[in-house]
Structure formats: structure tokens, C-alpha cells
């Protein structure tokens, strides 16, 4: 007699046997990255200090070479050097994507009218508001932190800050759902990669790029077989100089490089569409993200998921968005410098390394799969200050052992050190102090190479 059991029956065991399916691959996973080994630097120092000293050099040289009438910002997105250590040269040229669609979705009646009107500065004094971007003209670098207030897309006023966990981030932002009771992918952005390297010596023959503007523009054109190879053009600022190249794609692949931003992959109160693997590709690619750049101006003290994105189609490769004003945009004495509140900047004040502690709270959310503002305790004030709540809730996390028990002992050790600020050695306790000349080679040890040595004991490398 043919035996057969409810549906309701049929689903539990088969989600039973999935939870316990994941289980098991964590328990074999963690397995072979368990231990408290600290990993010698497998990055030169030297090279290190040079891909940075380059990366800041090309974000001021950027900076300088937007001289259009636009008020809006324009973005490049840095490619993170994700090579094998023993072929890292920092003599290789940088990639950089530009999105075409987003400079033409720029020029806003405002800026067509700017861009004739004889009467631009009044126009601009009067119309300038606060960002909460950070950017660097006339050789001086302005940080501008919030913005205080933002609408959604029913008119819906909220606050929009520099903090980890923006307010209303649970619950209250209204997500895009589709007709499936499924959340409809994060949009991409077209862009076009061009390749940085520097030619100090004047070797390469190439028309002097005047504008980035008009130039970023211009690569939406086809191109034609000889400049798939050839210069684009030079960028000169002061004593530097960078030849512009596209950037090589594989056979066959479209000239188009479409990035995602992270913010919008990783949403609260939604399903990642990211598997663990590529969660941890993120959390390795992310710290080697930290370790380039965290002293140079594409990472900001302050910054979140909004700053980085990735290819639509490649989890692995990570880039870092700067947001670039024109050089002719006026500084206009009505634009309101704000600040954290005086509680948030006591409390960073106390606790200080804010780039280090928001690394802690990202490979926390990567581990989990969560955001940190869906892991707080169901009785936590939401209205609260929201770097107090994550900062409380990280620790709480990493008391209880649940990263440990996502991803191994290595990788907890490795946010511990980032939410701690310091690490237990042989010969003692160590800070972790951003400030210190050797900052960087302690970032490598204790975080970035324990977390490489999961990764690549798991799924090899990346």
C-alpha cells in the first residue's frame, strides 16, 4: 500500500535535512581552518607603502581634472589589486570604471543652465546643499559628513548618516518586491574600464586630457581597433602624469563593465542572493580593500557598504567609489559642515579606529549573512544611536562564539582584533593603532592573513 505524508510534513524534513546538510559543511569547513596560528606578512611592506603612495597620488590627480560646470559629483570606482603576492607590482597601472549612464543622468536642468548662464556663482550659493560625501578640490580636502535628512520613494522623510546602520534600516524602508514574494536584484551600472599607469618620464605620445568630464563622456563612443591599444590620453597634474589605456577584456566580452553597489546586495530583512563561498570572497577581497587603501582618500573614516561595489557578473572583484566634484564648483558659505552628534562623537572619541571597527562589522555580516541592525536584541531601542547599538551588538556576537562557529576560529580572532583594536601575542598584548608606522603590516598578520588562510585552506584562492 503506497504510503504518503502531508506536505506540510514533506517541507519540514526536507528544511531539517538542508539546516543540518549546513551544518555539517561548517563543521568540515571550520575543521581545516581552525587553530590561532598568526600568519607571517605574505604582502612586502615596501609594496605595500608604494600602491598606496600611488592610489593617493591618482585620487588627487583625479580630483584636479574635473574642470566642467556640473555641481553634481562624478564617481570612479578603484579596482582592488587582488593579484598572488609574488607577482604584486605596484609599478602595475590601476584600474578605474567610470559609469557612462550615471554622467548623463548628471547633467540636470541645473547643470545645463550653469553650464550657460553668466550668473553660475549666484546660481550655486543659493542652491548648494550639504553632502555627505568627501571631496578634495583646490588641493584642500573637505570631509562633510551627513546628510541629515533624505526622502524615500513614497515621500517618506528619513536620516541619512555616516553610520554603519543607517536609522529606519529594519523594517521601515519600504524594498522592491516582484510578483514571486521575491526581492527584485540590485540595479547595475554601466560602465568603462580604463586602465592608470604612471609615465612620469613622458615616454607615451597623447592628447593631454583637460576635463574628465568630457573625457568620461567620450568613452561611450566605439572604439575604434587602434585605440583598444593605443594611449587615450594623458592626465598631467603638477609633477605626475598617468596614460590612459581601456583596459583589456576577455575575447568575445562586451566593452561594458556593470558594477553593483554592496549596499544595495546587502539588504536587511532580505535574502542575499550570495552563497557563503561568495560571502567570503567579499570579507577577504574587502580586507585586502582596508589594507591598500585605508590611509589614501578613497577610504573614508566613515564609511560603509555604499562605498564599494562589484562586478554584476565577478563576486570577486571589489572596487572602492570615490565621488569627485569639478574644480570650478564654487565654496559657497551657505553649504552646512555637519558633524555626529555630540553622543556619537563622544563615543568614537572614546573608542576610537572607526575604519578598523566598521572592518569588524562587515565580516561579522558577511559571516552571518545578516546586517548587524537585524541581530540586535528584539528590546534595543532602534531610535538609539546607531554605532553605540552595532559596537554593543559585534561584541555581544563575538562573545557568544556565533562567528566562531560560521566560520572558524581564524576568522573570529581576525574580527575580534578589528572590533578590539588589539590582538594577544606571545610577548603580550598589541594594539592595533591605525596612527602607528607599522600599521599596516599588523593589519596584514592579524587580520588579512588569518582571513586569506581560511579562505584558501576552504575554496583555495581566490
Known amino acids: 500500500m503506497k504510503h504518503t505524508f502531508p506536505t506540510s510534513t514533506f517541507r519540514q524534513e526536507l528544511e531539517s535535512l538542508k539546516k543540518l546538510n549546513g551544518q555539517l559543511q561548517k563543521l568540515i569547513t571550520n575543521c581545516t581552518a581552525s587553530g590561532r596560528s598568526i600568519s607571517p606578512p605574505k604582502l612586502s611592506p615596501d609594496i605595500l607603502k608604494e600602491n598606496t ?10 580630483c584636479n581634472s574635473y574642470n566642467c560646470q556640473c555641481q553634481s559629483p562624478h564617481e570612479a570606482s578603484l579596482a582592488l589589486r587582488q593579484v598572488p603576492s609574488k607577482i604584486l607590482d605596484a609599478g602595475e597601472p590601476f584600474e578605474l570604471i567610470f559609469p557612462v549612464d550615471e554622467e548623463k543622468e548628471y547633467i540636470t536642468e541645473r547643470d545645463l543652465k550653469s553650464q550657460i548662464s553668466p550668473s553660475y556663482s549666484s546660481i550655486t550659493s543659493t542652491a548648494m546643499t550639504a553632502t555627505d560625501e568627501s571631496y578634495d578640490s583646490f588641493g584642500m580636502e573637505y570631509d562633510i559628513l551627513p546628510i541629515v535628512e533624505g526622502y524615500f520613494a513614497n515621500g517618506q522623510s528619513r536620516e541619512i548618516t555616516r553610520c554603519w546602520s543607517p536609522r529606519n534600516s529594519v523594517g521601515s524602508i519600504p524594498s522592491t518586491i516582484n510578483q514571486q514574494g521575491r526581492s527584485s536584484p540590485p540595479r547595475d551600472k554601466r560602465g568603462r574600464s580604463v586602465s592608470f599607469s604612471r609615465s612620469d618620464n613622458g615616454a607615451e605620445n597623447g592628447q593631454r586630457i583637460d576635463d574628465l568630464c568630457i573625457f568620461v563622456k567620450k568613452l561611450d563612443d566605439p572604439p575604434s581597433l587602434q585605440s583598444q591599444t593605443s594611449c587615450l590620453g594623458i592626465l598631467r597634474t603638477k609633477e605626475k602624469e598617468y596614460t590612459v589605456k581601456i583596459t583589456p577584456v576577455e575575447t568575445g566580452s562586451s566593452n561594458d563593465r556593470n558594477v553593483v553597489c554592496l549596499e544595495d546586495c546587502l539588504v536587511p530583512n532580505e535574502t542575499w542572493q550570495l552563497t557563503r563561498q561568495k560571502r567570503m570572497d567579499l570579507a577577504l577581497s574587502l580586507c585586502l580593500a582596508i589594507l591598500q587603501f585605508h590611509s589614501t582618500p578613497w577610504i573614508d573614516t566613515w564609511w560603509t557598504w555604499k562605498d564599494f561595489c562589484m562586478l554584476k557578473d565577478d563576486n570577486k572583484q571589489v572596487f572602492v567609489t570615490g565621488k569627485f566634484y569639478s574644480t570650478q564648483r564654487p565654496l559657497t558659505p551657505t553649504a552646512k559642515q555637519l558633524a555626529h552628534s555630540a553622543l556619537a562623537s563622544l563615543f568614537w572619541a572614546c573608542v576610537g579606529e572607526p575604519i578598523l571597527t566598521r572592518l569588524g562589522f ?7 549573512g545578516k546586517r548587524l541592525s537585524q541581530l540586535r536584541p528584539p528590546n534595543v531601542d532602534p531610535n538609539g544611536d546607531q554605532d553605540m547599538l552595532d559596537t554593543k551588538t559585534a561584541k555581544e556576537i563575538l562573545e557568544d562564539g556565533t562567528v566562531s562557529e560560521e566560520a572558524g576560529q581564524r576568522y573570529h580572532d581576525a574580527v575580534k582584533a578589528c572590533v578590539d583594536h588589539y590582538v594577544i601575542t ?13 600599521f599596516q603590516q599588523d593589519l596584514e598578520r592579524f587580520v588579512v592573513g588569518p582571513i586569506r588562510d581560511f579562505h584558501m585552506s576552504t575554496w583555495g584562492q581566490i
Open 362 to 368: 562587515a565580516l561579522i555580516e558577511l559571516a552571518l
Open 53 to 62: 603612495i600611488h592610489a593617493e597620488d591618482l585620487h588627487h590627480a583625479i
Open 426 to 438: 606571545p610577548s603580550g598584548l598589541k594594539k592595533l593603532n591605525s596612527e602607528d608606522p607599522n
